[in-house]
């Protein structure tokens, strides 16, 4: 079946834009994750829902940062006045949360944002 | 918060060799993933094994729970397995979140 698709794949903007990055998991998976990554690191947790509901936002960096799944499924991440510290790889992931490996992350292949 | 660190940082054979990257952790966990991440970005799954010993084709893993740490061996290594190695760790009170340590850089040249 499919796997975990993000839009865009890249995104360019100007310091202090708004911007929305879009995740459509697994179909049936009941958790979705935020992810940031920088260059040469690992990725980092922003954010994870579980059905409709953000369940854990403490790895949100501000107030700038929004994220929404209103029909606990497709999820957009919102970034408002971005700055140039913000420009990274934005990853998504799900997971079924059920299931022997209920917790089995798969993740999509990111949007890379660059603010200027 | 738990530490993940990884061993070695970066890795370079020849094709057919084989290799060991390590996991240590610093706490306990519910769960462990190990992941590739490949030239163009896309992390690939490779295990899901928070205990025991899995196998899949040139690829095995092992974690040792009670001793905080886990394995990944790559054995005959061919060109494709290039990229970073990711392990990853959902901690006890994690809330499901991964926790990903600082990645195994491989260079496999022919």
């Known amino acids: 079946g499919a796997g975990v698709s993000q839009t865009p794949s890249n995104k360019v903007t100007e310091k202090g834009k708004y911007v929305e990055l879009r995740c459509d998991p697994i179909?049936?998976?009941?958790?979705l994750y935020w992810y940031r990554q920088s260059l040469g690191q690992g990725p980092e947790f922003l954010i994870y829902?579980?059905?409709?509901?953000?369940?854990?936002d403490s790895g949100l960096p501000n107030d700038r940062f929004f994220a929404v799944r209103p029909e606990g499924s497709v999820s957009t991440l919102k970034i408002q006045r971005t700055e140039r510290g913000d420009s990274a790889v934005y990853l998504c992931?799900?997971?079924?949360?059920?299931?022997?490996?209920?917790?089995?992350?798969?993740f999509g292949p990111g949007t890379r944002l660059t603010v200027l | 918060g738990i530490q993940v660190e990884q061993s070695p940082p970066d890795l370079i054979l020849q094709e057919g060799a084989n290799s060991t990257l390590r996991c240590n952790f610093s706490?306990?966990?519910?769960?462990l993933q190990w992941f590739h991440q490949n030239p163009w970005g896309q992390l690939i799954n490779l295990f899901y094994?928070?205990?025991g010993t899995k196998q899949n084709g040139r690829l095995s893993a092992t974690t040792v729970a009670t001793e905080r740490y886990s394995l990944l061996y790559i054995s005959s290594s061919q060109t494709t397995d290039s990229g970073v190695y990711f392990c990853a760790v959902e901690p006890l009170t994690g809330f499901q979140k991964l926790v990903f340590g600082t990645g195994t850089r491989l260079l496999v040249s022919p």
């Open positions: 706490d306990s966990v519910n769960n």
């Open positions: 992931a799900s997971s079924p949360l059920s299931g022997r490996e209920y917790n089995e992350q798969f």
């Open positions: 829902f579980q059905g409709t509901g953000a369940a854990d």
């Open positions: 094994i928070p205990s």
């Open positions: 179909s049936g998976h009941t958790a």
